[in-house]
């Protein structure tokens, strides 16, 4: 029956037909397959693809509709500037720090002659913690580093250290960076797990029996195979945070004027007083989290190569 | 290799250890202290108590149901065809998996609240049903990159075009292959997938806000600005939840087709087959 049903359609068809009858039959039993993806292409199209692409064609027009490059280059506008700069600042130093410590602690978790137990409980603990994020993650933070919250209290009534008064605020720019280091520096250590793992023995007991010592090992060796690991973490990092709304929403009661936050209060009521300013608001964050991502897939590719 | 404790890396962990758990600690001291003088449960009794608590989990959990079930149906035969018949597509169906990780959720919801509101040839957000749609799908978008990567690993694993082949032979229905055979060799693949759905989506916040739905994470938000125990508690329990998701996650992520369903069972059942 699967071999005679070919032939029995392509007589049908040929026949009728006055054009060259073997080409066009090609591509159309080829096309019959793509149907199949026709649900998810039309879903993604629908609620990914026209939802972006309606902000960008905004974004390339004046509001009385003229298309022109005069709203995107307004993003330059000192508030918005302001906005974005804070969002990197706050994003950078958050993956900076999650990055190098997440590689420390990643690092003496699983070349540090550690009990493998422990290993496997931070792992289980950073799959949680990494996921750990939103408006939980703000009250957590309230309760212990607010002005009445536990370490606040401890510091100040056992130890005499009052943090407010020498300055910190966790409603500020370095309180935000440790509450975003709780999912930051898991996150880090899950990411970079396979490409410690993916460090050989034999390389370290190579530059051993040369004579390296552990610190020349670890600078010489160790640090240049995960430059790209590191670098391609470090930006997946920064994109983690730069999208991040929800934990300084929450933390701040929306006062922290962030781009995710501007472009909110811009969804709400219009902030901004010219809708197409809040669709370039959001290409640029768009554009910002394409170049982090594709950067960190160029140094993901990188760095496979030295793990087999 | 020196045999003497590692001291340096210990004090590490120790130190990454409080940082992970002091912040708990404090939280559930804090969560404990709402009456003066003493430690009680009273924070988690007044946000058990209340209705509005009960109202908007039953209406995200609702929600989550419905983006688990409508994301599996999208991506379980996406990912079947693809690996069975248009491997040459899979670049660009993996490209569009991954792209709701570049979109950041208040961009995404921005594009829904204009191209599907009340001048749109589709007024979603203008009816309350509408909205719903709109929200369920907002939550699989967020969800289909780990969705898809599940259901992938799982298709990964076993060998589709055989059984694929075997079921055909046997007089199968395409649709009777997919439901009665791939399905439920994969079927621990797609739990995997709906805990990490379901984790994510229960408190989403911005979509969830944005379109005004009566949902978890705007509830919290609200407690956060009104109340200072009750915050604690569900802070608290939101961890506890993450928790098990992600364990129930990793359990199903891990287990082979044919295995047990309770993880904990499966050596039992490999001695068994060893003697």
Not at chain 1, 83 to 105: C, D, E, N, R
């Amino acid at each position: 029956m699967i071999h005679t049903a070919p032939p029995s359609i392509s007589q049908s068809e040929t026949v009728p037909q006055a054009t060259p009858p073997t080409p066009p039959r090609k591509p159309a039993r080829r096309n019959l397959s793509w149907l199949g993806l026709v649900p998810f292409l039309g879903f993604a199209l629908l609620f990914l693809i026209l939802p972006v692409f309606y902000l960008v064609n905004g974004a390339f027009q004046t509001p009385d509709g003229r298309y022109s490059f005069e709203t995107m280059l307004s993003l330059s506008a000192p508030e918005i500037a302001g906005s974005y700069g804070l969002s990197l600042k706050l994003s950078f130093a958050s993956a900076a720090m999650g990055t190098v410590f997440g590689l420390i602690l990643g690092y003496a978790l699983l070349l540090g002659g550690l009990p493998s137990w422990v290993r496997r409980a931070f792992m289980t603990f950073s799959g949680v913690a990494s996921n750990f994020a939103g408006v939980p993650l703000a009250f957590a933070f309230i309760a212990t580093l607010g002005r009445l919250g536990l370490v606040t209290l401890v510091l100040r009534d056992v130890l005499g250290i009052n943090i407010y008064a020498a300055g910190f605020s966790l409603f500020s720019f370095w309180g935000l960076t440790l509450t975003y280091l709780y999912f930051q520096l898991p996150l880090m250590v899950l990411m970079i797990t396979p490409a410690l793992e993916g460090l050989r023995p034999e390389w370290r007991e190579a530059a051993e029996s040369l004579g390296a010592s552990r610190m020349q090992y670890v600078a010489r060796v160790a640090l240049p195979l995960l430059a790209p690991s590191v670098l391609g973490c470090f930006l997946l990092l920064f994109a983690n945070a730069f999208g991040t709304l929800a934990t300084i929403y929450a933390l701040t009661s929306a006062n922290y004027p962030v781009v995710p936050i501007v472009l909110f209060q811009q969804i709400r009521g219009n902030v901004l007083y010219n809708p197409n300013l809040g669709y370039a608001l959001a290409v640029g964050m768009i554009l910002i989290m394409g170049l982090s991502n594709t950067l960190y897939f160029i140094l993901r590719r990188r760095a496979e190569r030295w793990q087999k | 290799m020196s045999r003497r404790f590692p001291i340096l890396s210990a004090l590490i962990a120790l130190i990454g250890a409080a940082f992970f758990i002091v912040p708990l600690i404090a939280t559930f001291n804090f969560s404990l202290r709402m009456k003066r003088g003493e430690l009680s449960f009273e924070a988690y009794r007044s946000v058990f108590d209340s209705d509005v608590f009960l109202g908007v989990l039953g209406f995200s959990a609702t929600a989550s149901l419905m983006a688990i079930l409508m994301g599996v149906l999208i991506v379980v035969p996406t990912a079947y065809w693809v690996r069975l018949r248009v491997p040459r597509a899979r670049p660009v169906i993996e490209f569009l998996s991954l792209m709701p990780l570049i979109i950041p959720p208040v961009v995404l919801v921005f594009g829904y609240v204009r191209l599907y509101g009340s001048s749109s040839i589709l007024p979603l957000t203008m009816t309350e049903a509408g909205t719903n749609v709109l929200l369920v799908i907002g939550y699989v978008v967020l969800s289909v990159p780990y969705m898809y990567r599940a259901v992938d690993n799982g298709m990964a694993a076993i060998d589709i075009a055989t059984l694929t082949e075997a079921a055909e032979s046997l007089g199968a229905s395409r649709l009777r292959t997919i439901v009665f055979v791939i399905f439920p060799n994969i079927r621990s693949a797609i739990v995997s997938g709906a805990f990490l759905t379901f984790s994510i989506s229960l408190g989403e916040f911005v979509i969830t806000s944005l379109l005004n739905r009566p949902a978890f994470g705007p509830y919290l938000v609200q407690m956060g600005q009104d109340f200072a125990y009750q915050p604690a508690a569900l802070a608290i329990m939101a961890f506890a939840f993450t928790w098990i998701c992600m364990v129930l996650m990793e359990a199903f992520a891990t287990r082979k087709p044919g295995q047990r369903l309770l993880p904990w069972r499966a050596p039992r059942s490999v001695t068994k087959a060893k003697s």
